[in-house]
């Protein structure tokens, strides 16, 4: 089993920033990636970013260029920052780890308003 314990969610008017951590305990292997995921109201699950046990990021469309993800493989943490924020960037956001099982944390939430 692997916990996931997401951090940092609240509050961020439209420009600003906002970052989300997660860090991962249990049977942590490596080999792992590690990610986010976003839920609006009313809409399905999105991929925000990930990023691989050797260091490689992917992001969705709608957030590349403004969030950044990376990780401490000592930690076992994943740290999404989150620049440039805008309203539709309001969501939970989900910690993903994938390994030989996927798990999921509980959410955070974000919102994006003034």
């Known amino acids: 089993q692997v916990q996931l314990v997401e951090s940092g969610g609240g509050l961020v008017q439209p420009g600003g920033s906002l970052q989300l951590s997660c860090a991962a305990s249990g049977s942590v292997f490596s080999g792992n990636t590690m990610g986010w995921y976003r839920q609006a109201s009313g809409k399905e699950r999105e991929f925000v970013a990930h990023v691989t046990n050797n260091g490689r990021t992917t992001y969705g469309d709608s957030v590349r260029g403004r969030f950044t993800i990376s990780r401490d493989y000592v930690k076992n943490t994943v740290t999404l920052q989150m620049n440039s924020a805008k309203v539709e960037d309001t969501a939970v956001y989900y910690c993903?780890?994938?390994?030989?099982?996927?798990?999921w944390g509980q959410g955070t939430q974000v919102t994006v308003s003034s």
């Open positions: 993903k780890y994938r390994g030989t099982q996927n798990y």
